[in-house]
């Protein structure tokens, strides 16, 4: 994973501007079961494949929406930029987000992110990214929304 650290003055400069696109990750069988497993969310469709085939209606076993939504941490240390002077950076919150498309099992995903909206405060700075999650070879992402990250930032010397 790689992380970007540009100066603020480039950070603003993204805004409005091009996607920052994530590296392929490939949602295996195993990394469903763990996500069954912490969230406790069996659901056949996830975690039974043989029955997913038999009585599901995608073939088999697919991914949780929210261990598609979760990805976004992991995409956004591999694709986003990250303002110099973030002391630390969290999620504020999600705006529309909305499940578009199953993630079947052993496909690979990834992440694209698009600054639209930027709020600077004394001490922290407020972005807003159209996240999406991707799958390969399919014209309909996984998952849109609006995400919100807030950096907080070193104080000015």
């Known amino acids: 994973m790689r992380r970007r650290l540009v100066p603020l003055e480039t950070y603003r400069s993204y805004l409005d501007g091009e996607p920052f696109v994530s590296s392929w990750v490939t949602v295996d069988q195993e990394m469903i079961d763990r996500f069954a497993d912490a969230t406790l969310d069996h659901q056949f469709i996830h975690v ?8 599901g209606p995608f073939g088999g076993t697919i991914a949780h929406g929210f261990l598609s939504l979760s990805l976004l941490s992991t995409f956004a240390y591999d694709a986003m930029p990250f303002a110099e002077g973030a002391r630390m950076g969290v999620n504020y919150g999600f705006e529309a987000v909305r499940f578009l498309a199953p ?44 995400w919100i990250t807030l950096s907080l930032m070193e104080a000015a010397s």
């Open 48 to 55: 039974d494949p043989e029955r997913a085939k038999a009585e």
């Open 103 to 146: 993630v079947r099992t052993g496909t690979r995903v990834r992440g694209r992110f698009r600054l639209v909206g930027l709020a600077e405060r004394a001490v922290s700075v407020q972005s807003t990214w159209e996240a999406s999650v991707e799958i390969e070879n399919t014209a309909k992402p996984a998952l849109t929304a609006r």
